[in-house]
C-alpha cells in the first residue's frame, strides 16, 4: 500500500498509509477503535474506493486491474452481508463456483471446508438462522473455498467458541506453512502476539508501528506496546460511587 487515503465528509479515516506486507507472511493489523483498520482492509481488497493511494497484490494493481487482483484474494469482512437465504452449503458452493471451478471440484472443497469448521451438522441450515459464531465460520469458508494466495479477515475469532477458534487457527497457520498469505484485523492483543509473525499499530488512520512481532513489541508485551503508542489509558481507579465497600 502506497499514500493510502479516504475521508468520509469532513472525517479523515485512513491519512496516507504506507505497507508492506511480505508473502508468507502472518500479519497482525491492530489499532483502537475507529482508527481506520476496516477501511484500510476494504481499500485493498478492492471492496472501497480510496481517494488517493495504490495498492498491489503480488505485482497486480487492485484498482486497475480489479477481477485480476480478487482472483488471488479470499475475504471476510466485517459488517458484509451474506446471502443468508441460502442453506451453508449452498452458499460456500455459490462462492466456490462464482470463482470458476468444477461442480465436483466446489463439492470437494466445502465437503472439506465443513468438516474442519465443524459446520457438517448445520450444513443444511439457513445461514439467517446461524449463530453469530456460525455465521463468520461460513464466511470463512466462503472465502478459502477458492485457495487464494492472500487471506484478508476482518475479526475473524470474534463471537467464536474457544474450540472452533483453535480449529481455525490450526487453518490458518497451515495455510501460511504452505505460502499463502494472511492479514489479520483484530483487537485481542494475546492472540495476534501468539499467532502472528508480523503486526502493524494503525492510529488516527496513520501507521505509528510496523514490523516483525519482536520489533513491534520493542522488548515489551504487544498490549503494553499498543497502550504505548496509541495513548489514552486511564490509571485512575474510577468515581468514588464504584467503592462497594
Not at 494503525?202 to 504487544?222: K, Q
Amino acid at each position: 500500500m502506497r499514500g493510502l487515503g479516504k475521508r468520509f465528509g469532513e472525517t479523515v479515516a485512513v491519512n496516507g498509509i504506507n505497507l508492506d506486507v511480505p508473502v508468507g507472511s502472518f500479519y497482525g493489523l491492530v489499532g483502537p477503535n475507529g482508527a481506520g483498520k476496516t477501511t484500510t482492509l476494504s481499500m485493498a481488497t478492492g471492496l472501497l474506493r480510496p481517494d488517493v493511494g495504490q495498492i498491489w497484490i503480488q505485482g497486480v494493481d487492485v484498482w486497475k486491474n480489479p477481477l485480476e487482483a480478487k482472483r488471488l484474494v479470499g475475504i471476510l469482512a466485517d459488517g458484509v452481508r451474506l446471502f443468508d437465504r441460502l442453506s451453508g452449503e449452498q452458499l460456500v458452493t455459490y462462492s466456490g463456483l462464482l470463482s470458476g471451478m468444477t461442480r465436483e471440484t466446489v463439492a470437494e472443497r466445502v465437503a472439506d471446508l465443513l468438516r474442519l469448521l465443524d459446520l457438517q451438522d448445520a450444513a443444511g441450515a439457513l445461514v439467517v438462522d446461524y449463530s453469530a459464531g456460525m455465521t463468520k465460520k461460513i464466511a470463512l469458508a466462503c472465502a478459502l473455498v477458492h485457495a487464494p494466495r492472500l487471506l484478508v479477515l476482518d475479526e475473524p475469532f470474534e463471537s467464536v467458541d474457544p474450540v472452533s477458534a483453535a480449529n481455525i487457527r490450526d487453518i490458518l497457520q497451515g495455510y501460511v506453512r504452505s505460502g499463502g498469505t494472511v492479514i489479520v484485523s483484530s483487537h485481542a492483543m494475546d492472540l495476534v502476539q501468539r499467532m502472528c509473525d508480523h503486526v502493524a499499530v494503525i492510529a488516527a488512520g496513520r501507521v505509528v508501528a510496523a514490523g516483525t512481532i519482536d520489533e513491534v513489541r520493542n522488548g515489551s508485551t504487544l498490549e503494553d506496546r499498543f497502550v504505548e503508542l496509541v495513548g489514552g489509558r486511564h490509571r485512575a481507579e474510577g468515581p468514588t460511587w464504584l467503592n462497594i465497600s
